[in-house]
């Protein structure tokens, strides 16, 4: 049955509306309200339905986050009111002086209406133009005047709003703030690059200006970035429809908007330096981003107006309380390596503890020896650390003027710390790894990224409980989770009926995922969620992979080299085989739902195709069949459905007539898929 146009163009807008209230649930208020699984089914329904109706296609639809062309220059934008930069206060007599600045502009009005007191996001500052609720631009800060057109990369980032959720917005408004990159995310992105051998970046703020202005959106669109709204510009003219700072936030917020939850109002400077002492001293640490102080506001927006601006560039009614430098000086003890979920082992540095802004100091991330070895640090040195909001603390330098000649220098261990197996290096990678895929440093890490949000998903299996299933000895590897039971886990501490009866129902449910998250939670080498999806999408399913040679996964578009020869090893290695039949026998599906095993006239076939066919190239021919559901593999087996040969097809053909299989000519294939070889 087939809709009508009118049909077809309400059900892209319900699911638009769906699809960006999910996105809001999930990435502004942290509270999803539909599975990832429901999420995924509703962006593939609405994919096709603007495949299938192109007049359906909207600039605010969520399909078009990503996807847009790379640009070869990033166009300038002019601000409709300049971007200002803060006055600057280290102490909070500065604080003071600037209210008795205040006073004397604009009188005792200024304490009328008090003060809100902000995080200052530590990231990129951008302008964002929405017309009639709709984004419009995405522009950075540049000098203030004229900043950069990134719209297509703005685009790219969850938790901006494509539409405002009002259903009478202003007619134009620029919405301003700051994108930045969370530190569990920038930390799990230089981990990656470290492993395959990518320079690392120096700390999240430079990793979200760099994402921003990229030229191509899908490079920002893989990068994590998030964004905090904080302020707001009309054209030169109109009104703002707020009467306050903390209004402002508000309606920003209602609008959908992310604003950072620690806002304070303040009734005087008193208030707000013990709003800074708190952040400072202990609210800091806690955070998942990097702020470099705190920015107090007047809040009235027409005092605001009285107060003006300081020197073209600064406004009077802010100014950004900087905390103290975060770095300290403490001694290196020593140097160690711990295993990842990938078998990548990383180094890291244990210290003489140390505070540093509120919070002791005793590890320090390393990455990698070469980092190590280009910074020439020396187990005993002096070191200084930074922990400029990054989770995981880093060291900066060593204090070569303070060695004494005792230092020593560490070289990489030539053997796995948890299993003895001789570590490996690629010849084009910094990163060195354990080749065991079942080294027990390796297992916890490993189970925890299977059942984590962006791979199985499995609700309730946290990072302790999955340690305690382990001590308990009930799981080994991600096959043993398929196996639990609810008594099991009764007989664990921190666990009643209603918990266990959740968890097993979680992982029963977690069967069904798609195959992108079963490849992502294997932890291949290299694999990561792209990959995870494109080897997906390509194969359809896990048996389809796994039997692959090396050159019929590097046919994948987007795949290369690595990754290829990582998938194979991976699935070449006896330890894997054996997993893999566990999951079968528990129950884990092994297909890519809604993709190439189940749609299309090949849907779930397995072609060869050999020799020189007359109209279509090898590479022509296999996108033909991958588009119509079949996977291609490279070799006949018991499992090829058939042979689309061509001239000179050789010994393929030969096999496929020993084994029985049908073979079938390219006007075959084409017939096959319903198109007709004259006519294209
Ligand atoms: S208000 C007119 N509020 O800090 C005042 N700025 O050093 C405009 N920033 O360019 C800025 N968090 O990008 C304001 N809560 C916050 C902020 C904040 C971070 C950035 C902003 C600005 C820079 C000035």
New binding site residues.
Partial sequence: MSLSIHENSARADDLRQRIERANHQYHVLDSPEISDLEYDRLFRELLDLERDFPELRVPDSPTARVGAPPQSLLAKHQHFTA????GNAFTDDELRDWEGRLLRVAGDDVRALGYTA????DGA?IALTYRRGVLERGAT?GNGVIGEDVTPNIRTIRDIPLRLLDSNPPEIIEVRG?VYMPFDRFERMNEARARDGQSLFANPRNAAAGALRQLDPSVTASRPLRFYG??AAAPSGSDLPFASQWDLLDTLERWGIPVESHRNWCADIESASEFVARIEGSGRASLNFGIDGI?LKVNSLALQDELGIVGGRE?RW?I?RKFAPDIAVTRLLDIRVNVGRTGALNPYAVLEPVEIGGTTVKLATLHNEDLVVTKDLRIGDWVQVKRAGEVIPQIIAPLPERRTGIEQAWRMPRQCPACKTAAERDEEEVAIYCPNVACPGRQLEGIVHFASRGAMDIRGLSYARIEQLISADLVHDVADIFSLTADQLLALERYARKSADNLIAAIASSRKQPLSRLLNGLGIRHVGVGAAQLLAHHFGSLDALASASEEDILRVRGIGEIIAHAVRAYFSNPTTQVLVEKLRDRGVEFAEHGFAATDGALAGLTVVITGTLPTLSREQATELVVAHGGHVTSSVSKSTSFVVAGDNAGSKLEKARNLGATVIDEAELLRRVGRSQTTE
């Fill in positions: 971007m200002l930069s803060l902000e995080l200052k996001i500052a800060r700051e904080f302020a920015v406004p802010a950004a």
